[in-house]
């Protein structure tokens, strides 16, 4: 089964800081990992996604690194703001023998607060 | 809108009642989820459905049942509550094949037993 870590658990930084969320996963696998933003009182949403074949994918302000050979993938946000203070999920597809079974694993999730 | 959609988004009970969360998706879809989220934001996979068929059964109480009446529908039934299922539970749907990829997400139900 495929275990996430995610760090840290909250971080707190000052609008234009550029926040990073780092996430390692165990089994390698082959489909997309996702970032995860949520809002209090809303559901988790879809933010970004990375292929594992790929090192970096940018989407505006986000951007994934992802480092295949360490199994450790991180979330960057370029000149934060206040609007982007969420909580942030990492998550890891099923590993190659997880058979039939394709749900995602989630990381345990980062508290971000920027400061205005 | 096309969305996962969950009633009610507050719920509040007492203890030793039974209770259901209704989640519909009107995204297509083949496989649904339904995950708890605890104080602490950790989401956990409670069950996974697809085509109505269950494929995911994770280790909780056989207290929760869910049931898929077809595939747009996720139902989640809870008996003889407790204090510890007080939580955030999310349903949440995704594309084929079985996606591990683009969930959408519904609002949340927060239950608290009391």
């Known amino acids: 089964q495929q275990q996430v870590k995610q760090s840290p658990q909250s971080l707190i930084v000052q609008k234009g800081g550029i926040p990073i969320i780092n996430c390692a996963y165990e089994n390698t696998a082959f489909d997309y990992f996702p970032w995860y933003q949520q809002f209090p009182g809303k559901g988790p949403a879809l933010l970004i996604a990375?292929?594992?074949?790929?090192s970096e994918k940018k989407e505006g302000r986000f951007t994934i690194s992802f480092n295949k050979s360490a199994k450790q993938f991180s979330l960057h946000i370029m000149d934060s703001q206040p609007g982007d203070s969420a909580t942030y999920f990492c998550a890891a597809p099923p590993s190659y023998s997880s058979g039939s079974a394709r749900q995602l694993t989630f990381g345990s999730g980062t508290q971000l607060t920027v400061l205005p | 809108d096309t969305a996962v959609s969950q009633t009610p988004k507050y719920l509040v009970t007492q203890m030793g009642n039974d209770k259901s969360i209704k989640c519909e998706q009107n995204l297509g879809h083949d496989t649904m989820y339904w995950y708890k989220q605890d104080s602490k934001k950790f989401l956990k996979i409670m069950f996974s459905?697809?085509?109505?068929?269950?494929?995911i059964n994770e280790t909780v109480p056989n207290r929760f049942s869910p049931k898929s009446p077809d595939k747009a529908h996720l139902n989640l039934h809870i008996n003889s509550l407790e204090l510890g299922d007080s939580a955030v539970y999310f349903c949440a749907s995704s594309p084929p094949p079985q996606g591990a990829y683009g969930y959408t997400f519904g609002s949340g139900t927060r239950l608290t037993v009391v």
């Open positions: 459905y697809n085509n109505k068929e269950l494929i």
């Open positions: 990375i292929r594992p074949d790929v």
